[in-house]
């Protein structure tokens, strides 16, 4: 397979997991080099995700580090053979490299959590209120441009929206929902939304109230992405120089926690819908 120039964060992944896999085993890459009659420039290639790889070959590769995690290497087999190029292919050259990224990345995922305390998750928002978000966050940025950004963020709500969607809990700090991200009549479109999309049974939005005693988890923001299996989730999250994928095995067991845990401070659904029908009412 040819040398890619840019790798996403998928084939990144996938790469990643294969040099862990190969080192876990003790190996060099010029002993997985001869196993496979390549030079170790090509296994380094693969295990950055600049070069691609046939199922048949990564078979080889996990028995030959006897990796006996057969869910796993399944797992792996459906990253490298699935070479899907989406809908956000449109945007590239356009937006930045970590909007794409997440859109595959959604698209491949079996579920989907969101953990927010400042604005509504980007699944969750109207068009208009993406649009002021992005026009205040990026003023120097001509209309055309702006609308551009709004359009793949609409277009993202297809996992959630298309015929066999993917589950999807969203828990949401009552701060994201009372500032006001353009006006009042925007905010209660907002709002609304917010209500109509939790009506579905495949998707769980859950409010935590200012009431809430000894809360001292708004710092943790975060997108949770389900890979075919647990072991390849992907957690998202906006750090000031960019967006970062992270996938260390501790690392996310560490986010699940957290998400059970701002979980279990948030309201059930029901009385989160009551809450923001509430909200509603109010603007």
Partial sequence: MPPRRT????????????????????????EAASLLGVNS????????????????????????????DEELVSGLVMMATNRTRGWWEEYRGSLPHSFLDLSELEHHASLRWDVDFLHVPGLLQTADYARALF??????????????????RMKRRVIIEQPQPIPYEAVIHEAALRIKVGDNAGMRAQLDHVLDLSASEHITVRVIPFTVNGFAG?????????????KLDTVVRDAPHGTVFVD??????????????VGEVAFEPERSREFIHQLAKEL
Avoid at 25 to 30: E, I, Q, R
């Fill in 7 to 30: 790798p996403t964060a998928r084939q990144e992944r996938l790469g990643a997991e294969l040099r862990k896999m190969r080192e876990a085993a003790g190996l060099k890459a010029t």
């Fill in 41 to 68: 420039v090509q296994i380094s290639q693969i295990e950055s995700g600049i070069s691609g790889v046939s199922e048949e070959r990564l078979r080889r590769l996990a028995a030959h580090y006897t990796c006996v």
């Fill in 135 to 152: 026009s205040y966050v990026n003023p120097q940025f001509p209309e055309e441009e702006i609308q551009r950004w709004v359009d793949h």
């Fill in 218 to 230: 708004a710092g943790s923001a975060m997108v949770y992405a389900g890979g075919p299996v647990p």
């Fill in 248 to 261: 260390a095995e501790a690392q996310l067991r560490h986010f699940r926690t957290l998400f059970r845990r």
